[in-house]
């Protein structure tokens, strides 16, 4: 199945004219949702089926935990997530003052965690941080995607740019050889899809667990033959933010179940 | 960990076929699978998985190695009184869970 993958892979580089570089236009764009099957589809849909909801339940725990030396919990500050936490995980990576650089959800949970909570950062995939960017994403859910206008952001999403069309790898591939001119065919058996971060953290059946977009981004780097950036790498970060504001719009369906 | 999400509807008339849904957290390891060290990740899997209803047993199954993470049962009944329905997993390690929902027939 790898060998064919990658023959294919190397099949479609082979076949593929100079780069279009094309973006898709409004109109046209995806979820992968959309390109499912009907029992997956229906796995995301049903709230008792979809097995993301186990960690947003978890996340709704951790939300009202004290875990840091500072006795604090994320609803002592931002009290009800239902009306708080609304819309954020849309506009996010957001740009952030202090750092001068764009952070993402799940950095800025641990940024509140080091500052506020004066807690241990969570690593990057376990349980607890996934839990709660489900928890907080899944706030969003249904709401459009709206990039955060800071235009201080301006520089790094032109590098997320760079980056999704720039080629590298043994095989040679940029993002937008698939995501942009291609996500209308099938690689094997799977259809290439937009790459359109709508659900993340998101329920992977191939995974059999949740993980978050940078986990998917480094899936895709091994998948071409690239080392991958390491978790929290700021290129990952500028790779997200490129990938929400070419997303703009499009609603938020975390947790999402791919296969 | 959450335990356990479970989808029982509230009430029902009697004779009603009623659709439960129940799905659970666990990794379900195979122990078939090697660390990059070599060694075989041991075997984590829930065993067992019963549905009592009233303290009545109406749905039992068996799980193997090869069923996915997280696993997910629905199954029919006929409703026929009001009462509670319990769930328990059982597995590997003394994985034990314990979930329960209420329904009312009229």
Redesign the interface.
Known sequence: MKRACAMLVAALLVAAAPLRAAEIPPDQRRSGYSFMGPDSKAMQD????N?G???V??GE?LWNKRPGAANNACADCHGDARASMKGVAARYPAFDKALGRPVDLEQRINLCRAQHQQAPALDYES?DLLALSAFIANQSRGMPITPDGDSQLAPFIARGHELFMQRQGQLNLACANCHDDNWDKRLAGAAITQGQPTGYPMYR?EW??LGSLQRRLRGCMTGIRAQAYNYGAPELVELELYLMSRAAGMPIETPAVRP | MASALINVPKRAKRGDIIEIRALTSHIMETGYRRKASGEIVPRDIITSFTCRFNGQEIFRADLFPAIAANPYFSFFTTARESGRFEFEWTGDNGFSQTASAAITVE
Do not use: I, K, S
């Open positions: 049903d709230d008792t089926a097995p909801m186990l960690w339940l978890d725990a349980h059946l059999q667990t």
